[in-house]
């Protein structure tokens, strides 16, 4: 037998050799630096831009940063300013968000100012999306442009995935969970061949992305929450019950968003569809508070710094309309991700769970609830482990975690998933 039909016959691919491998790094490296400063750069511009709205100008004004009214006016008027880019910038900011997800579509370049401009209204006006997807889209469009003049016999497949795992490396500050979803991926797409010379210079991509938004703004998604040792029966039980919860949930908004967006899409003109978005979340604003504004990763680590200092009930109305306002941005046309949402939603359902039932450890109920609610809202089994497990820094948080996604998987696998096709039915 040749070699040839024995590898026809493993359904392997021969390895690729180092001679191959070696070119892609410098190209690489480069894309991941550059993913991450594009993110650095939103952000630290989004930044300068929501302390402007929520701290200057109440305060030049002699209102309350976060007063009622406050909170809706900023909302709205964040909804009128996106609907206006929507509708008359060039490329109108890209396709409905609502059909996108992680893995991007490549835009023409003429979309992406004006992309990079709702992004960061978005994240500075209030609502409650996260940076991911547009970010993660730029990114992708911009390292096609490049890779197109710069290696034209590239294939465009490779420059998408090296500015994939860049940004995802960026995003969560290490390359593990761009590892992570592009296994993922790769498994989907039936790939075969060697894991690892696929992973190669994706990897590299993350690693620098990683690396330099770390050496740069030195993000940490620990919590903080108080210590958990050895995990026991108890804490099992209440990872199992926590992430079934979350998943239940997280299925509801699911289950509800063509819905939402069909309600938003009848109104059919951005300079609608987004202010009355923007007028709903701030009514929800109104109900659940500041802490359920932006995409949420101040405050989820506001929330951990004192677990006890809400009642079940206020947990439990930040968790309602968190999701509530995470689905109604994801369906108005606010351009943004859904992951950093949802690990809002997910703490407060976990803090909720430990103040109806003290000897639920907040270090489990927190990774229990946000596994169950990002399974449900992203269908990535890795990121959602992962995610969930670097939010509480203890080794054995890592085993209940994997025990819980059995349970919370049975109940969302075959599911729709939280996007839309064009026609405004759900992916299957």
């Known amino acids: 037998m040749t070699q040839d039909s024995t590898q026809s016959a493993t359904g392997t691919a021969p390895a690729v050799s180092a001679r191959a491998l070696l070119p892609t790094i410098v190209p690489a490296l480069l894309v991941g630096v550059v993913t991450s400063l594009v993110l650095l750069g939103v952000s630290a511009a989004a930044e300068e831009l929501q302390h402007a709205l929520w701290r200057d100008l109440p305060d030049a004004l002699g209102v309350g940063r976060y007063s009622v009214a406050w909170m809706f006016a900023v909302l709205v008027a964040t909804g009128v300013a ?45 609502p409650s999306l996260g940076p991911e997807n547009p970010i993660i889209a730029v990114n992708v469009s911009l390292a096609v442009w ?31 969970a761009a590892a992570l979803v592009i296994s993922e991926a790769l498994a989907g797409q039936r790939v075969k061949g060697q894991l690892w010379d696929s992973l190669f210079a994706p990897l590299a991509a993350a690693g620098a992305g990683a690396l330099t938004t770390t050496l740069v703004s030195r993000p940490s ?70 802490l359920t504004l932006f995409k949420g990763l101040d405050e989820i680590a506001e929330l951990a710094a004192d677990p006890d200092g809400w009642t079940a009930g206020e947990f439990a109305v930040m968790t309602v309309v968190k999701l509530a306002a995470l689905l109604v941005a994801a369906s108005c046309g ?77 109940l969302v696998t075959g599911r729709p998933h939280m996007q839309l096709r064009p026609d405004g039915t759900a992916v299957s």
């Open 334 to 410: 606010f351009r943004g991700g859904r992951i950093f949402p949802s690990v809002f939603v997910g703490t407060a359902l976990g803090l909720c769970a430990h103040a109806l039932v003290p000897e639920v450890h907040p270090a489990v109920g927190v990774s229990a609830g946000v596994l169950g609610l990002l399974l449900a809202v992203t269908r990535q089994g890795w990121v959602s482990l992962f995610v969930a497990a670097v939010l509480v820094a203890s080794p054995g948080m890592l085993a209940l975690l994997c025990l819980a996604s059995l349970p919370a998987w049975l």
């Open 221 to 290: 998604f620990d919590l903080h929450l108080p210590p958990f040792g050895q995990p026991g029966w108890g804490d099992l039980l209440a990872s199992l019950v926590v992430a079934s919860a979350g998943a239940l949930l997280g299925l509801c908004a699911v289950y509800a968003f063509p819905y939402t967006h069909g309600a938003f899409a009848r109104l059919r003109h951005p300079m609608l569809m987004l202010p009355a978005g923007g007028v709903v979340l701030g009514a929800l604003a109104a109900l659940g508070g500041h």
């Open 146 to 176: 490049f890779g197109a003049r710069a290696f034209p016999a590239t294939a465009e497949r490779g420059w998408v995935a090296l500015a994939e795992a860049g940004t995802i490396g960026a995003l969560f500050g290490t390359p593990v």
């Open 82 to 126: 996106v609907g206006l880019v929507v509708w008359k910038v060039p490329g109108h900011a890209g396709p409905d968000p609502a059909t996108t997800g992680l893995e991007a579509p490549v835009l023409p370049l003429a979309v992406l100012p004006g992309l990079l401009l709702v992004t960061a209204l978005v994240l500075a006006g209030g």
